[in-house]
Nanobody
Framework: QVQLVESGGGLVQAGDSLRLTCTVS????????IGWFRQAPGKEREFVAT?????YYADSVKGRFTISRDNAKTTVYLQMNSLKPEDTGVYLC?????????????????WGRGTQVTVSS
């Protein structure tokens, strides 16, 4: 069984930083790709970043967000700098393995409940 719990969200101003944490309970954690997605009200869930042995980012966050993982702690982080109002949404982490493309929502079988990030202008 794979369980994911997000934390670290909050209300910040444009230009501020936040670090999100995804704590994962899973056997063989290191074999999973862990992705971050976000969903704004009335919008579809969108890819933000994912990490395997490599990292991948959405164009909208490249240069501002950094994803990292600590396999010993079974934890993944999302450092978000220079936040913008358009970064507002519920941020969810998810786990997947056995695929080639981890930027797609539908390859992830396990999801957390999310943490709210609100960026005011």
């Amino acid at each position: 069984q794979v369980q994911l719990v997000e934390s670290g969200g909050g209300l910040v101003q444009a230009g501020d930083s936040l670090r999100l944490t995804c704590t994962v309970s899973a056997r063989m954690f290191s074999t999973y790709a862990i992705g971050w997605f976000r969903q704004a009200p009335g919008k579809e869930r969108e890819f933000v970043a994912t990490i395997t042995e490599r990292t991948y980012y959405a164009d909208s966050v490249k240069g501002r967000f950094t994803i990292s993982r600590d396999n010993a702690k079974t934890t993944v982080y999302l450092q978000m700098n220079s936040l913008k109002p358009e970064d507002t949404g519920v941020y969810l982490c998810a786990a997947a393995r056995g695929w080639d493309d981890y930027t797609r929502v539908n390859v992830y079988a396990h999801w957390g409940r999310g943490t709210q990030v609100t960026v005011s202008s």
